[in-house]
């Protein structure tokens, strides 16, 4: 009996580090990060008051991110937002999102996101008239979409491959200059990720980020859903459980009368 305790003790234990390891994976590839707002903050195609939500990756693979903005329960969907590669060459120890300057008493517009100990970040897209008036009053170049596809940014969206999530990965990117003058994006950004052996890659000045605003965020190591995983344990400890009860029947069995 003693040996079948010890048994069970090891399966339960299994089962939660293979469940650890698969939230944490998971957690690292979708970048789920949770930030605080002290004050309203401006999205492209939103903005959204003082409170807590979850950023992460809708889709981490493809050449032009996804980023979605949820509530912090991560039920209510807020916004999904085109972004492009950023980098620094000195990555931090701790979540950082960067904003452009707006007009006085306005909302502050988050310009960049970047995960802990990561060189390459997210620069987020804005509808072209917004990035043409964010540029002016920052004295800052500004990626821009067509202003038509301004609407996907607040419709559902749960993949990559859902019509409004793709009008926008295929949608031309442009770079509203200070000077109101549009240009192609890659005159002005990263567009393509360096690679880690690149000696010779040298970011532009505006790749290296200088603002003054940063807001650290508090990791939250979960996924966005732990339904599979709940599943997957419980099945998993059903299976374990019915193996012992066999075992220990025919153990019994087995016992002298």
């Known amino acids: 009996m003693k040996n079948l305790l010890r048994l069970g003790q090891f399966l339960f234990v299994l089962i939660l580090l293979l469940i650890a390891g698969s939230v944490a994976r998971s957690s690292v590839s979708d970048k789920l990060t949770i930030f605080t707002f002290s004050q309203p903050v401006e999205l492209p195609g939103v903005t959204l008051p003082a409170g807590t939500y979850a950023f992460k990756l809708l889709d981490s693979i493809a050449d032009r991110s996804i980023v979605q903005v949820f509530d912090k329960d991560q039920r209510k969907l807020f916004a999904t937002i085109l972004a492009i590669p950023d980098y620094t060459p000195q990555p931090s120890n701790k979540t950082i999102i960067k904003f452009s300057e707006t007009t006085p008493g306005g909302a502050k517009a988050i310009k960049e996101w970047f995960y802990p100990g990561e060189t390459i970040g997210w620069e987020f897209v804005y509808p072209k008239k917004r990035a043409m008036e964010l540029a002016k009053a920052s004295n800052q170049s500004v990626p821009s979409m067509p202003n038509n596809l301004a609407s996907n940014i607040t419709q559902p969206a749960q993949s990559s491959s859902d019509s409004g999530v793709t009008a926008m990965k295929e949608a031309p990117i442009k770079a509203e200059k200070p000077s109101g003058d549009e240009v192609e994006v890659a005159e002005v950004f990263i ?20 603002d003054a605003d940063e807001v650290a965020a508090r990791q939250l190591p979960k996924t966005a859903s732990l339904m599979p995983l709940l599943w997957l344990s419980g099945f998993a400890l059903m299976i374990a459980g019915a193996f012992l009860w066999m075992l220990s029947t025919r153990m019994a069995s087995r016992r002298p009368a």
């Open 191 to 210: 567009v393509a990720v360096p690679a880690a052996d690149d000696a010779t890659f040298h970011p532009t000045p505006h790749s290296v980020n200088t």
